[in-house]
């Protein structure tokens, strides 16, 4: 099946910091996601994104298709801004999401 | 607009005890339903998923299993459970094909002692 890899698997950063996370793919794919799991477990859309780039305040995320990797940039980062962030793709234009293994980033105050 | 829910949030259930959480979605018809497990560790794996009443696949042996009773109710048992149970349960909610995004619920922690 496809493979997906995160990196870095844990960040530390300091309030106002900027910081790239990167998601790394085996395959093609029609899907790919990026989600925050906030400290009370619950997984928030950030983007659908899988190819292009998008923006939403701080955050943005390009996927570079051809490349098989997708970036999501945070900037000026904020403590709420804690928890781990997951890629997920589709697993040969399946019905099905496979997740990496998370990327855990801290902000301090 | 859509939501989603997950009952109970927490639950700490005896070896070898029975299983029930339940997942409901409300505001869009004939959604497709997963149901996701969260060990420790981080990742994310899949555990069942339905497109439609009464259709389940199951992507991992054990000893759970699914239903969907109702269009848009998604329940998982077991008959009986193991220590390896243990984890976060997360339903989630997709309009459907492999090019649409998915919503999860508020999740179920259970611990089973």
């Known amino acids: 099946g496809i493979q997906v890899e995160q990196s870095p698997p844990d960040l530390i950063l300091q309030e106002g910091a900027n910081s790239t996370l990167r998601c790394n793919f085996s395959d093609s794919v029609n899907n790919l996601q990026w989600f925050h799991q906030n400290p009370w477990g619950q997984l928030i859309n950030l983007f659908y994104?899988?190819?292009g780039t998008k923006q939403n305040g701080r955050l943005s995320a390009t996927t570079v298709a051809t490349e098989r990797y997708s970036l999501l940039y945070i900037s000026s980062s904020q403590t709420t801004d804690s928890g781990v962030y997951f890629c997920?793709?589709?697993?040969?234009?399946?019905?099905?999401?496979?997740f990496g293994k998370g990327m855990k980033l801290t902000v301090n105050p | 607009s859509q939501t989603i829910h997950q009952w109970p949030a927490t639950l700490v259930q005896p070896v070898g005890s029975p299983l029930s959480l339940e997942c409901t979605v409300e505001?869009?018809?004939?959604?497709?339903l997963y149901w996701y497990r969260q060990a420790a560790g981080r990742g994310l794996q899949l555990l069942f998923y339905?497109?439609?009443?009464?259709?389940i696949s199951s992507e991992v042996p054990q000893n759970l299993s699914a239903s969907r009773p109702q269009d848009r109710q998604f329940i998982l048992s077991s008959k009986k459970l193991l220590l390896s149970d243990s984890g976060f349960y997360l339903c989630?909610?997709?309009?459907?094909?492999?090019?649409?995004?998915?919503?999860f619920g508020p999740g179920t922690r259970l611990t089973v002692l």
């Open positions: 994104i899988p190819s």
């Open positions: 505001g869009t018809s004939n959604p497709n």
């Open positions: 997920a793709v589709d697993e040969g234009g399946s019905e099905k999401l496979v």
């Open positions: 989630a909610w997709g309009p459907g094909g492999p090019a649409d995004t998915q919503y």
């Open positions: 339905s497109v439609g009443i009464g259709q």
